[in-house]
């Protein structure tokens, strides 16, 4: 079955300051990975998506951006963190009209 | 895009009570998920259900794609059923399945 990594568990960040976070995928290939946020505990906001190596869709203008360097990994970046970007990072995936299966996320605050 | 409404926002059960939370959305769907997400923010895929009635212990599911409704029944309440319940529906979008949630339903179980 396959395992979402993510890392770091928290992050504490100063306004201003540049970001990267990592998502790892085993026990699957070709997944369909997603980047969502979630804010205040409530509402997942969807932010990229990607459906291979080098593809990555955004769903909402903002201050942040992603990769996909490899087929397991996705990572979400910003070069300037803003207030507005603290929040709960998930990082998910699924393969065709499998279930969506979610990371432990990455819990950000910005100062 | 398509929306997605739950409701309750929020509920307050007391131990042993039945309870059932609802989901509406406002277009066709290929698939439908409900979530729980647990007080430490991991989200854990209770069922995978576009139509028809699924049972997995004390907690059932209901979807009626024709009438665009969900329901997902919690039955003989525990402590550890408290958290954010989420309604996620998929369509199918230039080759992948874009997930749109709610803003969840928070259960908390009171002993």
């Known amino acids: 079955s396959q395992t979402i990594h993510q890392w770091p568990a928290t992050l504490v960040q100063p306004v201003g300051s540049p970001l990267s976070l990592e998502c790892t995928v085993e026990?699957?290939?070709?997944?369909?990975l997603y980047w969502y946020r979630q804010a205040a505990g409530r509402g997942l906001q969807l932010l990229f998506y990607?459906?291979?190596?080098?593809?990555i869709s955004s769903e909402v203008p903002q201050n942040l951006s992603a990769s996909r360097p490899q087929d397991r990994q996705f990572i979400l970046s910003s070069k300037k963190l803003l207030l507005s970007d603290s929040g709960f990072y998930l990082c998910?995936?699924?393969?065709?009209?499998?279930?969506?299966?979610f990371g432990p996320g990455t819990r950000l605050t910005v100062l | 895009g398509i929306q997605v409404e739950q409701s309750p926002p929020d509920l307050i059960l007391q131990e042993g009570a039945n309870s059932t939370l609802r989901c509406n959305f406002s277009?066709?769907?290929?698939?439908l998920q409900w979530f729980h997400q647990n007080p430490w923010g991991q989200l854990i895929n209770l069922f995978y259900?576009?139509?028809g009635t699924k049972q997995n212990g004390r907690l059932s599911a209901t979807t009626v794609a024709t009438e665009r409704y969900s329901l997902l029944y919690i039955s003989s309440s525990q402590t550890t059923d408290s958290g954010v319940y989420f309604c996620?529906?998929?369509?199918?979008?230039?080759?992948?399945?874009?997930?749109?949630f709610g803003i969840g339903t928070k259960l908390q179980v009171i002993p």
């Open positions: 998910a995936l699924n393969r065709y009209t499998d279930t969506q299966y």
């Open positions: 026990g699957t290939s070709n997944p369909n």
């Open positions: 990607s459906v291979g190596i080098g593809q």
């Open positions: 277009d066709s769907v290929n698939n």
């Open positions: 259900i576009p139509s």
């Open positions: 996620a529906v998929e369509r199918k979008t230039g080759g992948y399945q874009k997930v749109t």
